[in-house]
C-alpha cells in the first residue's frame, strides 16, 4: 500500500516540476507583483465613485487605434502612438549626442586640467541643479522653433551627468597608473589614448546612462508645453480633449514613456557593459 501511494505522487510532482525551471524562477515575482498591482487598481476603481478607470477600461477604450495600429496616420499630428514615440526619440537622439560629445570633451578637459576644473565648478555646479522647464523660455527666444528648443533643453539637461562623471572618472585614475607614463614617458596622446579612455570608460558610460534617463524625461516634458507631435504632445492633446477615453490615452502613453525609458536606459548600460566594462 505505501509503494503504490509513492507511485501515485510521483506523476504530480513531475507535473509541478516545471515551477521551479529558472524561466518560471525569474517571471514569478514580476508576474504576482504586477498582476497583484492591477488587481488592486482595478478594484479600487470598481469600489469606487470616481471616473477615473480600471486597467480593462483602459484596455477598451484604448483597443482601436491606439494599441491594435499604433502606426496609424490621419495627417498632420493625428498618429498612433508608434509615431508619436519615434518623433520624441528623433529629438532625443540629437540632443542626447550632442551632450554626448561635448560632455565627454568638457570633462576629459576638467578631468585633466585642475585650473579649469577649479573655475568652471561653481558654474557647473549651479546650472545642472536647474529643472528641465525652465530652459524651455530662454531656448524658445534662442531658436524661435519648438523642435530645436526641445532639442536644446534635452542638450542641456542631459550634459552635467556626462561631464561630472567623466572628470570624476579621470581624477580617480590610479596614481600609478601616473607614474608608469612618466617612467615610460608618453606623449600626451598616448597617456589619453591608452590610459586615461580605458581607466574612465566605466565613469563614462554611467553618466550616459544617468543622462539618457533625464534626456527622456526632459523631452516629454518640453513636447507637453510647446511643440507639434510627439508623446509628451499626445498626452497634453488628450488632457485638452477632456473626452470619455482621453484618461485612458494618458494612461497608455505613460505606459508607452516608462516601456521606453527602460529599453534605453538598459540599452545604454548593455553597450556599456561591452565597452568599458561594469558600471560604476
Not at 228 to 254: P, V
Amino acid at each position: 500500500m505505501v509503494s503504490a501511494s509513492i507511485k501515485a505522487k510521483k506523476p504530480r510532482s513531475s507535473q509541478l516540476k516545471w515551477l521551479n525551471s529558472p524561466i518560471i524562477k525569474q517571471i514569478k515575482a514580476p508576474v504576482l507583483c504586477i498582476g497583484g498591482v492591477l488587481l488592486m487598481w482595478q478594484l479600487s476603481c470598481s469600489l469606487s465613485n470616481s471616473d477615473f478607470p480600471g486597467p480593462i477600461q483602459v484596455i477598451t477604450q484604448t483597443w482601436n487605434p491606439y494599441i491594435v495600429n499604433p502606426f496609424y496616420d490621419d495627417g498632420g499630428t493625428a498618429k498612433g502612438l508608434g509615431w508619436q514615440i519615434l518623433i520624441s526619440l528623433q529629438r532625443v537622439a540629437l540632443g542626447y549626442s550632442l551632450a554626448a560629445i561635448l560632455g565627454i570633451a568638457a570633462g576629459l578637459a576638467l578631468g585633466l586640467n585642475s585650473f579649469i576644473r577649479r573655475g568652471f565648478d561653481p558654474i557647473i555646479q549651479v546650472l545642472r541643479t536647474v529643472p528641465p522647464l525652465a530652459w524651455l523660455p530662454i531656448s524658445l527666444l534662442l531658436f524661435q522653433q519648438a523642435d530645436a528648443a526641445a532639442i536644446f533643453v534635452i542638450f542641456i539637461t542631459a550634459i552635467w551627468p556626462i561631464v561630472i562623471n567623466t572628470a570624476m572618472g579621470i581624477r580617480e585614475i590610479p596614481q600609478d597608473y601616473r607614474n608608469v607614463a612618466r617612467v615610460l614617458r608618453l606623449r600626451k596622446r598616448s597617456f589619453l589614448w591608452d590610459i586615461v579612455i580605458p581607466a574612465t570608460a566605466p565613469y563614462v558610460f554611467t553618466g550616459l546612462r544617468i543622462s539618457i534617463g533625464l534626456a527622456w524625461l526632459a523631452i516629454v516634458a518640453a513636447e507637453m508645453l510647446k511643440a507639434d507631435g510627439g508623446i509628451g504632445f499626445f498626452i497634453w492633446d488628450a488632457y485638452n480633449a477632456g473626452g470619455d477615453s482621453s484618461t485612458s490615452q494618458i494612461i497608455l502613453a505613460i505606459l508607452y514613456v516608462g516601456v521606453v525609458g527602460l529599453i534605453l536606459d538598459r540599452g545604454v548600460a548593455w553597450v556599456g557593459e561591452r565597452v568599458g566594462g561594469p558600471q560604476r
